[in-house]
C-alpha cells in the first residue's frame, strides 16, 4: 500500500511540473500558436491568459495526465477550490485545442473534441461555484474569472468555426452555444446576492 502511495504521489509531483517549458516558453508557443502577438483576450477591456496547457491528447502519456486529474479532483471537497480547479481545466483543455488546432486539419477532429471535454470542466466549476455561493462562502473572483473565461473560451471557438469552415461548423455552433449559455449562467450568478 505505501509503495502504491509513493508512485501516485511521485506521478502526481512529476506531472504537476507538467514536463513543460518555463512559462516564458510557453507564452512565446502560445503566441505562435495563436498567430498573435498577444496571449490575452481583449474583450469590453478584458485580459485573460490561458494557462500553458503541459502534455497535448495526442501524446502517448496524456492518459497519465487525465489520471493525475481524477486523483486531484476526487481528493478536492471545497466546492470553491474544486471550481477553480475544473477551470484550470477547462483552460488548459481549451488551450490543447489551440495547440492541436495549429498543427493542421488531421488534428483539427481531436481539438474540437478536447475543447468539449474541457466545457465539461467549465460546467462543473459554475455548479461548484453555485454550490460555494450557497454556502456563503466569497465566490466574487471566482465569478469574475469564469466570465473572463468564458469570453475567452467563444473567442478561441469562433476562430476555430472560420478556420474549420464546414467540415466542422456543426460542432462548433454546439461548442459556441453552450459556452454562450455558460455565460449567462456566470452572469446570472453575479447577480445573485
Given at each position: ?12 509531483i ?9 512559462f ?6 502560445l ?22 496547457p503541459?502534455?497535448?491528447p495526442?501524446?502517448?502519456l ?5 489520471a493525475?486529474?481524477?486523483i486531484?479532483s ?5 466546492p ?59 465566490t466574487?473572483?471566482i465569478?469574475?474569472?469564469?466570465s473572463?473565461?468564458a ?15 464546414q ?10 452555444k453552450?459556452?454562450?449559455?455558460f ?11
Amino acid at each position: 500500500m505505501k509503495k502504491i502511495f509513493l508512485a501516485l504521489s511521485f506521478i502526481l509531483i512529476f506531472f504537476s511540473l507538467n514536463l513543460n517549458k518555463s512559462f516564458a516558453q510557453g507564452e512565446m508557443v502560445l503566441k505562435e500558436a495563436t498567430g498573435s502577438s498577444e496571449t490575452v483576450s481583449k474583450n469590453k477591456d478584458i485580459e485573460y491568459t490561458l494557462p500553458y496547457p503541459g502534455i497535448l491528447p495526442d501524446s502517448p502519456l496524456y492518459f497519465l495526465k487525465t489520471a493525475r486529474d481524477k486523483i486531484v479532483s476526487f481528493l478536492i471537497s471545497d466546492p470553491l477550490k474544486k471550481a477553480e480547479f475544473n477551470l484550470l481545466a477547462a483552460d488548459k483543455r481549451l488551450n490543447s485545442g489551440i495547440f492541436l488546432f495549429n498543427k493542421g486539419k488531421e488534428k483539427y477532429k481531436l481539438a474540437i473534441s478536447t475543447v468539449s471535454k474541457g466545457e465539461n470542466y467549465f460546467e462543473e466549476a459554475i455548479i461548484k461555484t453555485e454550490e460555494a455561493k450557497k454556502k456563503g462562502l466569497d465566490t466574487n473572483d471566482i465569478l469574475r474569472r469564469l466570465s473572463d473565461s468564458a469570453y475567452k473560451h467563444q473567442e478561441v471557438i469562433k476562430s476555430f468555426e472560420k478556420t474549420a469552415g464546414q467540415d466542422f461548423k456543426k460542432e462548433t455552433v454546439i461548442l459556441l452555444k453552450r459556452t454562450e449559455n455558460f455565460k449567462k449562467l456566470v452572469d446570472s450568478l453575479r447577480l445573485q446576492k
